[in-house]
Structures are given as C-alpha cells and as structure tokens.
C-alpha cells in the first residue's frame, strides 16, 4: 500500500525551530504534489503549505514567511522547515500526496508550541 510517515515533530518554545519530513513509498514521487495541513483539537483541518510536481509553492497567510516546504525527488521525501513558532502553531500535522485522480495521507506528528 501506499505508505507516507511523518517525522520530526516535538516540543519547541514560542520562537523555535522544527524541521518536519515526509517519507513517501510506493508512489512515483516525482508526478505527485505534495502538501502540509494541521489540525487542533476541536478546529477544522486546514492547508498549511503546497509544493507542486514542478516545484512550485503556495502557503497559508498564516506562515507566510516563517514556514517552507520543499521536495528531495531522489529521497522520496518532502519537508516542512517551521522558523520563528507560535503557540497557535500547535497542531497534528500531516503530510498529503495528490496524483493520478488519488490522495493519500500520512498518519500524522505533533507539535507543540509552548510560550
């Protein structure tokens, strides 16, 4: 089955640092579009970065500027590099991979915020 697994999340102080990846298997990695959402307990999931097969990139207005996502082609694996945190950052983020008519997620890491 197609496999994407989330890795990288924890703990970080208002103002920190994460790096989060995504492993993709099974899946021609290179023709699929890769996104990051989140979701908090008790809100709705949203979008929190796209990059397309091309390479381009599309954020939320709520990280522009202090998240960016990028793609390893070779590695199969797509990252989210998360600068300058919140504390409404805190969320399950999980890895999305659209191609071929078909989606898939993976299963989702948490950060966590503190201030």
């Known amino acids: 089955q197609v496999q994407l697994v989330e890795s990288g999340g924890g703990l970080v102080q208002a103002g920190g640092s994460l790096r989060l990846s995504c492993a993709a298997s099974?899946?021609?990695?290179?023709?699929?579009?890769m996104g990051w959402y989140r979701q908090a307990p008790g809100k709705q999931r949203e979008l929190v970065a796209i990059?397309?097969?091309?390479?381009?990139?599309h954020y939320a207005d709520s990280v522009k500027g202090r998240f960016t996502i990028s793609r390893d082609n070779a590695k199969s694996t797509a990252y989210l590099q998360m600068n300058s945190l919140k504390p409404e950052d805190t969320a399950v983020y999980y890895c999305?991979?659209?191609?071929?008519?078909?989606?898939?997620w993976g299963q989702g890491t948490q950060v966590t915020v503190s201030s």
């Open positions: 999305n991979a659209e191609g071929l008519g078909r989606g898939y």
């Open positions: 099974r899946i021609i990695f290179s023709i699929f579009d």
């Open positions: 990059i397309s097969r091309g390479g381009d990139t």
